[in-house]
């Protein structure tokens, strides 16, 4: 394999483009599962937010309504959980399993007219100098505005349920709705939030890969996706920063795997291929060993239906 | 009481269900493996399907089925609903079509690219993709200007290897400098992943980026790359308007038109079917001019000897990567080789997944 150190930057961009999805599906789900709602809908509303945002852009020419477009239509999406869930108090499981199935079905429906069509050009910030500038040069420039977000939002998540006053008031509801009840809190109007805060991430997750990483609409391209960012929510034990660690892990790995491949290192395919799934869990499982920690982030009521007392 | 309803219940359901399916009309079922939008493979058997119904001929399609145990449920659902002639379009169907076309005499079945007729009522089909890969790599070879081909493979079944092979020797024969560099992503489809492995590919070095997997993924990415690239199973030249410089197409349509109406008329009979250019099972889309008039003419012409058998994709001498002989100076393989290959010749570098 080519060692030099602008490779190894032109490696590093492409590990963190393809850890964007992950990170922003993940971060919205936290956001949900610290509440105490257990969505499994994610890669149903990813898709979702991935066929709208391509449709919107090829309608209406415009990258910025695709974004936002991408993003309610998550929202509206997860709404539909929400209403099941926190007004009818159906089970969360089920529910979301049943949002996934939908999510994908709808996305090939609304897709069918867009299959085929080639995506635009979506703005890159200073491409210019990821050329330019040895090996930092593709690690911090030439990535869409979506990118850096994605990487500024762990920070901002943590930020958020830790130091503010709404952040505990989440946290609060996800440990234990009745007491949050008890106190005034409006339960049901904090958990409708999250869930619907989580629905627009999920979106625009979808719509990074339709607009930005694969600019296309091919149906079930979020190609499980989805599962990988409840899967990291869990492994990370709830935590933001964690959850930033496992997806830059998985992302490294996969495209790892495939660049000693294509330099044929003589090491088993099918073990290289497994090797994110095994690597992610590895490392999550060592950095959340200490069990306080695990027990102060994981949300107790977790996927439990709250009924309030009247 | 409720027991008596019931079963006069069940009855009356199963003569509904006999007199329903004596009067059935011919019908014909798909089972795809992709969805119908991939723009590649299922695309392509698609199109055929639609073929069928211009004619007339009721059909029925099931997309994106996994290989495994769900494909038996379906192809056995297709069977007792009454369908006559079911195409099952992908490798991982074999064992599920046969094990269905032993409980339904009746019913005929066609798989696509597999081996096994278990059953007189089960034929196979495939088309000589690797006629197509030889052009493929005539032009990667005349094309490349770091001598490094970028292959992105699915799974490691013959039809897969052959294809690597074919592309190899050819590329070999107009540039003896050219390595061949493949990654496995063990999926048909997954654009993300495919567009992954061909980046993957790009960072090192391959200029021509060549593609055994169905999404248009890999050929966008080569577009933006700037680098050449090939279509695979359809025309995806829209999607890559400056990259590409051909795409090998499949054209099942005549077939699958000519079998449902042996069916439909009674003559049909089970039979091995392996098309390749001559038939026009496989045909290349229109040349890119960007290889300048005097390859496009030799690639042309290429074309025109592998449908009349004037060339062969495997004439020897091959070697395999020991150097062993596997088909001797002046000989070509016979179709059990290539039905049946899984060694990588000469030049292609890495071990088959095993």
């Known amino acids: ?310 | 009481m409720y027991k008596l309803f019931l079963r006069s219940l069940i009855s009356v359901l199963f003569l509904l269900g006999f007199s329903l399916n004596a009067n059935a009309e011919f019908k014909v079922g798909f089972v795809y493996v992709g969805p119908t939008g991939d723009h590649g493979w299922t695309y392509q058997h698609h199109e055929g399907r639609n073929a069928v119904e211009a004619l007339g001929i009721k059909t029925t399609y099931v997309e994106s089925v996994p290989e495994g145990a769900d494909a038996e449920r379906v192809i056995r659902q297709l069977a007792q609903s009454g369908h006559d002639l079911i195409f099952t379009t992908s490798f991982g169907y074999m064992d599920p079509t046969n094990k269905v076309a032993k409980d339904f005499p009746n019913v005929k079945f066609e798989h696509a690219t597999g081996y096994k007729r278990e059953h007189s009522n089960v034929s196979t089909y495939s088309a000589r993709f690797y006629e197509g890969r030889t052009l493929l790599g005539h032009m990667a070879g005349k094309m490349t200007k770091t001598n490094t081909i970028g292959y992105i493979a699915s799974f490691p079944i013959p039809e897969v290897i052959r294809g690597i092979n074919a592309m190899t020797l050819a590329a070999q024969k107009v540039n003896p400098d050219i390595k061949t560099k493949i990654v496995w992503v063990f999926t048909w489809y997954d654009p993300g992943k495919e567009s992954e492995a061909a980046q993957a590919l790009i960072d090192q070095g391959a200029d021509i980026i060549m593609q055994h997997t169905d999404s248009t993924a890999p050929v966008q990415v080569a577009e933006k790359a700037g680098v050449w690239s090939f279509g695979q199973a359809s025309d995806m030249q829209r999607f890559a308007p400056k990259s590409i410089l051909t795409s090998i197409i499949d054209d099942w349509a005549p077939y699958y038109v000519e079998r449902s109406i042996a069916a439909r008329d009674g003559t049909w009979k089970q039979q091995d079917t392996w098309h390749g250019l001559k038939e026009g099972m496989v045909a290349m889309a229109p040349y890119n001019s960007a290889m300048g008039s005097d390859l496009v003419k030799e690639v042309e012409q290429l074309q025109k000897d592998l449908a009349s058998g004037k060339a062969h994709s495997f004439t020897g001498p091959i070697y395999d990567q020991k150097g062993n002989i596997l088909v001797a100076e002046g000989a070509v393989a016979d179709d059990g080789m290539l039905a049946g290959m899984n060694v990588y010749v000469k030049g292609v570098e890495g071990d088959i997944p095993q």
């Open chain 1, 1 to 310: 394999m080519n060692f030099d150190l602008n490779f190894i930057g032109i490696l590093i961009g492409a590990i963190m483009a393809s850890s964007v999805p992950l990170i922003l599906a993940a971060s919205g789900e936290l956001i949900a599962e610290r509440s105490g709602v257990l969505n499994l809908g994610v890669e149903g509303m990813m898709i979702i937010g991935a066929i709208s945002g391509f449709a919107l852009m090829i309608v209406t020419d415009n990258l910025f309504f695709a974004v936002i477009g991408s993003m309610l239509s998550g929202l509206i999406i997860s709404l539909i959980f929400g209403l099941l869930t926190q007004s009818l108090l159906t089970n969360h499981v089920a529910t979301g399993l049943a949002l996934t199935i939908f999510g994908i079905g709808m996305s090939a429906m609304i897709g069918k007219n867009f299959v085929g069509i080639p995506g635009k050009e979506f703005p890159l910030l200073l491409d210019n100098l990821k050329e330019s500038i040895p090996f930092l040069g593709p690690i911090f420039f030439g990535h869409s505005i979506i990118l850096y977000f994605a990487f500024g939002l762990p920070f901002l998540t943590n930020y958020f349920l830790k130091k503010t006053k709404t952040g505990l008031i989440i946290r609060a509801v996800g440990d234990s709705p009745t007491s949050a009840s008890n106190q005034g809190i409006n339960v049901t109007l904090v958990r409708y939030s999250c869930i619907l805060y989580g629905g627009a991430m999920c979106g625009l997750a979808g719509a990074y890969l339709s607009l930005i990483y694969t600019p296309q609409w091919i149906e079930n391209m979020t190609g499980g996706r989805g599962w990988i960012a409840l899967a990291l929510v869990v492994f990370a034990t709830w935590s933001p920063i964690k959850v930033l660690i496992g997806a830059l892990i998985f992302g490294g790995i996969t495209i790892l795997q495939l660049h000693m491949q294509a330099a044929g290192l003589r090491i088993p395919v099918q073990l290289l291929s497994a090797l994110p799934y095994i690597m992610t869990i590895i490392v999550l499982v060592v950095i959340s060993r200490d069990s306080r920690k695990i027990k102060l982030n994981t949300p107790t009521s977790l996927g439990q239906i709250f009924y309030k007392e009247k």
